[in-house]
């Protein structure tokens, strides 16, 4: 998990990805399949990305009562994804049961997909937290305390902007993971994203993993655009 780039194959049909995905051929990816891909295309998109040796973190984002999530999650489990996650703002409980569901499903023998938690989506702004979440305290404490309820309920990361992540560096143990999102090289337009920074940015404050959609798969070239983040992200001089 450390150390990856996760594209987002934010598309809304297979053969969008499949034609994606060609100029990448015989490249293992790690790839993130969200709400619009899921929904069209339904467990068969995670199956055939399987069968092509990518990893996967399956983006649905679970936030209900207990039970649903629990259940919800057992089922998820069969996919063989490596990586699920939730709304922290769901809450410890909601959270625990995220997990108790993972290991219900997950077959013995096998590991349980890593279950992280969303703090505050990159698109929210301090201003707009305030407003509409009567949300008073700053973003930082609030990813924070997000991010130790996590930590506290047996997940193992959240998601957050990779500009919180020197603060969840401070106060958190070493091998909680910190995916972050709202990724930008310094030319790309920004879109409906807030709180961004580009790979270099992401890899200087310790990021375990960003997750990249538009600057990519929108891109004139994407195995290009893919190769100019990754080597940002990994720190290699050209
Ligand atoms: O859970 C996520 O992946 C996620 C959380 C978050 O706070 N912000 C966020 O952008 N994402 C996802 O990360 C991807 C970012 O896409 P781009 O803005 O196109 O790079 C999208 O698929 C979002 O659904």
Not at 38 to 49: N, Q, S, V, W
Not at 80 to 92: K, L
Not at 216 to 228: E, F, G, S
């Amino acid at each position: 998990m450390n150390q990856s780039l996760v594209i987002a194959l934010d598309f809304s049909s297979k053969q969008e990805v499949e034609q994606f995905l060609q100029p990448f051929e015989g490249e293992s990816l790690f790839l993130k399949v969200g709400m619009e891909l899921f929904y069209k295309e339904g467990p068969a998109i995670l199956a055939y990305l399987n069968e092509h040796n990518h990893r996967i973190f399956l983006d649905l984002k679970l936030h209900d009562i207990p039970n649903t999530v629990k259940q919800g999650m057992k089922s998820l489990a069969n996919y063989g994804v490596d990586m699920v996650n939730v709304h922290a703002a769901g809450g410890t409980r909601m959270m625990e049961a995220a997990v108790e569901g993972l290991i219900a499903g997950t077959q013995a023998g096998k590991q349980r997909p890593l279950c992280i938690a969303v703090t505050q989506l990159t698109s929210t702004s301090q201003g707009m937290m305030e407003r509409e979440l009567l949300i008073k305290e700053s973003l930082n404490d609030v990813v924070l305390h997000y991010a130790k309820q996590a930590d506290e309920s047996g997940l193992d990361g959240v998601v957050c902007s990779s500009l919180e992540v020197p603060l969840l560096r401070a106060h958190l143990r070493p091998s909680f993971l910190t995916v972050t999102p709202g990724i930008r090289m310094a030319e790309d337009s920004v879109d409906d994203q807030v709180r961004i920074v580009t790979p270099q940015q992401a890899r200087e404050n310790g990021s375990s993993a960003i997750v990249v959609g538009r600057s990519i798969t929108k891109a004139k070239n994407p195995v290009l655009a893919y190769q100019k983040m990754k080597q940002q992200w990994e720190g290699v001089t050209v």
